[in-house]
């Protein structure tokens, strides 16, 4: 087996929204209050404040990166108004991190925006590019020693979601269905608007252009890669729905430093399109099939379509009650990314989803987490899959 670069990153992600807690003036934080069906992230695990815990956790388990994201909202609650105090905020985590010998990797969306963005038509409204770019400008006053930077995560879903809010405004349909979590019988999203797509790749495009002027770091994007595969006689179809839901945005790679694979399951695609991911009890807690095969497919056609973009694995893994399923899928899963490498995929590192168990986008059942929190009191409880993973960054392979 090929022994990765000594510099490989071992490591775990984690979402603003998703931990922190009372990000009030985001658009999910009023979202979550007007659709039936989802819970509130509330004060979510309170990351905000315990995030030096957080960290040290991680770092004491023999892990050497921590990916966490620096959340818009609070950066500029008012249009052209960016709050010092939160860009400080932001700016000790980044200490924090380096401090703990953790290498920070900085995603600057992470699905949420500012109420006033999203209330004044989001990326649909004329100057959201010039918007955006405002933002990731302000965020460079502190991302001195970040050494890699995510514009924006999961653009592919961000597309979906925004094509099903317009449709839920324009009243062509009232139904919106979580980006991730539909229980057990977990139907299949619709296909983003390619136009949508486009202003995404645009956004992506001026914020690297900034972040190169700026920074020294690494930047590139965060693709949610679906390991699709076609059913027999089927390849058309498979090549129709990839570039809609995910080739698109890996092509907008091409030219990044590395791309950011996310892989947590696969799907077939037949003559109609995606099958749902069959009900079945090895599902995880999101209704996904249990495909830890998944990250290697993903992997593979993320090296091919990005041209030989160098990769970074920047989600993966699984909601399980059952840690001892977290392990056995992460092993798995991890002993398919490396018969990439032993292919010759220049892989530059491993973040598991997710260090805490959080806030899932509307549900907390959900859990991902190498560390579980108590939500009354907030203690951190590691689970054993921490310490296991720990293991695996100190022996550097699986
Ligand atoms: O929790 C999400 C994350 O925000 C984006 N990628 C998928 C994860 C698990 O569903």
């Known amino acids: 087996m090929t022994r990765p ?14 931990i922190e807690g009372n990000n009030v003036n985001s658009d999910w934080w009023v979202r979550e209050q007007h659709r039936p069906g989802m819970e509130l992230s509330g004060d979510a695990v309170d990351s905000y404040h315990r995030y030096p815990e957080d960290m040290r956790l991680l770092a004491d388990a023999g892990l050497n990166a921590y990916r966490f994201g620096i959340e818009w909202a609070r950066v500029e609650p ?35 925006h500012p109420r006033w963005f999203a209330e004044d038509d989001g990326w649909l409204h004329e100057r959201a590019i010039d918007r955006f770019r405002a933002y990731i400008e302000a965020t460079t006053a502190i991302l001195d020693d970040v050494p890699w930077i995510c514009t ?6 961000l597309a979906i979601m925004t094509t099903m809010s317009r449709a839920a405004r324009t009243g062509d349909t009232k139904k919106w269905l979580s980006p991730t979590v539909e229980g057990v019988a977990r139907p299949v999203l619709p296909n983003p608007d390619p136009e949508i797509g486009r202003l995404l790749v645009e956004a992506h495009h001026a914020a690297r252009e900034i972040l190169k002027q700026h920074t020294d770091a690494r930047v590139g994007w ?19 729905l990839r570039y809609v839901r995910e080739d698109l945005y890996l092509e907008a790679a091409r030219d990044d430093d590395f791309v950011g694979v996310q892989s947590y399951s696969s799907q077939a695609v037949d003559e109609n399109g995606i099958l749902p991911h069959p009900v079945s009890p090895d599902s995880t807690l999101t209704g996904a099939a249990y495909r830890p095969d998944a990250l290697g497919i993903a992997v593979r056609h993320a090296w091919k379509t990005t041209d030989n973009t160098p990769v970074l ?41 997710s260090a805490l168990d959080n806030f899932e986008w509307g549900h907390w059942e959900p859990t991902f ?27 550097g392979r699986p």
């Open 5 to 18: 670069a000594p510099d490989f990153l071992w490591g775990a992600s984690t979402a603003p929204h998703q």
């Open 78 to 112: 008012i249009e052209g108004h960016f709050s010092r105090a939160e860009l400080a905020h932001y700016r000790r985590m980044i200490d924090t991190a380096l401090g703990l010998g953790l290498t920070p990797v900085v995603t600057l969306h992470h699905f949420t």
């Open 152 to 157: 924006v995560n999961e653009p592919n879903m």
């Open 222 to 240: 965060t693709v949610a890669c679906q390991a699709l595969t076609a059913t027999p006689g089927n390849e058309a179809k498979l090549r129709e």
């Open 313 to 353: 694995i920047t989600e993966n893994g699984i909601a399980t009650a059952d840690d001892s399923r977290r392990i056995a899928y992460t092993s798995e899963a991890l002993r398919h990314l490396f018969e990439t490498i032993d292919e010759g995929v220049d892989v530059r590192g491993y973040l598991h989803w």
């Open 369 to 395: 987490g190498l560390v579980a929190v108590d939500r009354e009191t907030f203690e951190r409880h590691p689970k054993p899959s921490l310490r296991w993973l720990g293991d695996v960054a100190r022996r």
